[in-house]
């Protein structure tokens, strides 16, 4: 079965500079979530998207953008890197707009940004 | 305040052996979802228990969910080496109904299966 697809998996990028990381959820599931996970710490959320349109937004630093396209993937964009960006992006996507009460969000395997 | 911690933080014990791991969360929910990571690799999704139910059993894995205490435990049966991970469970939910409910994940409790 498809799963959550995120790219790229590893990404090294100096500070100040930019990073875009893609997600592109399983078909046919309507809601994407991004979430960071820093070294030893718990995933903490960042934004979600249901439709299309922002739905909830998290610790999300202003410097990161995301939006999800019409394709329903998304894209998490992050400027002026910072070293403390270092850690695993997680996108997930569950079928929430179709099932409300059976809202498992299925884990891409993650981008490992490492800010130098 | 933080949604969904989990107790214990780490638990070492020994192939064979049942592992116990609980969760505590601070609001009201639509579901309680636990989640299993390898270190460094994504996460899996092993259960997830909604609201109104009280016990949910998937192979060797048994959860319950006590809303009056909002907490929930994940119990693994007759563990293995490979059950060595970490926990997470998540809350999600109701936020009034909204779309695109969040999920907030609790610090995890890591465990380690001794062969």
């Known amino acids: 079965a498809a799963g959550v697809i995120q790219s790229p998996r590893h990404l090294i990028k100096e500070k100040r500079e930019t990073a875009t990381l893609k997600c592109y959820p399983i078909p046919r599931h309507d809601t994407v979530y991004w979430y960071q996970q820093g070294p030893g710490q718990d995933p903490q959320f960042l934004i979600s998207f249901y439709e299309k349109m922002q739905s909830d937004k998290g610790s999300i630093p202003d410097r990161f953008s995301a939006q999800q396209f019409s394709d329903y993937h998304s894209e998490l964009n992050m400027s002026s890197l910072e070293l403390g960006d270092s850690a695993l992006y997680f996108c997930a996507s569950s079928s929430f707009g179709f099932d409300k009460e059976n809202t498992e969000a299925f884990f891409g395997q993650g981008t490992r940004l490492t800010v130098v | 305040s933080q949604q969904g911690e989990e107790d214990p933080q780490a638990l070492s014990i020994q192939e064979g052996e049942n592992a116990t791991m609980n969760c505590s969360y601070k609001?009201?929910?639509?579901?309680l979802q636990w989640y299993r990571q390898n270190s460094g690799r994504g996460l899996v999704h092993l259960i997830l228990?909604?609201?109104?139910?009280r016990e949910k059993h998937s192979g060797r894995l048994r959860v319950t969910l006590d809303t009056s205490k909002k907490s929930s435990s994940l119990l693994i049966t007759a563990s293995r080496a490979a059950d060595t991970a970490s926990y997470f469970c998540?809350?999600?939910?109701?936020?009034?109904?909204?779309?695109?409910?969040?999920?907030?994940f609790g610090g995890g409790t890591r465990l380690m299966v001794k062969p």
């Open positions: 998540a809350t999600d939910g109701p936020h009034g109904g909204n779309a695109g409910n969040m999920l907030t």
């Open positions: 228990i909604r609201s109104n139910e």
């Open positions: 609001t009201s929910i639509n579901n």
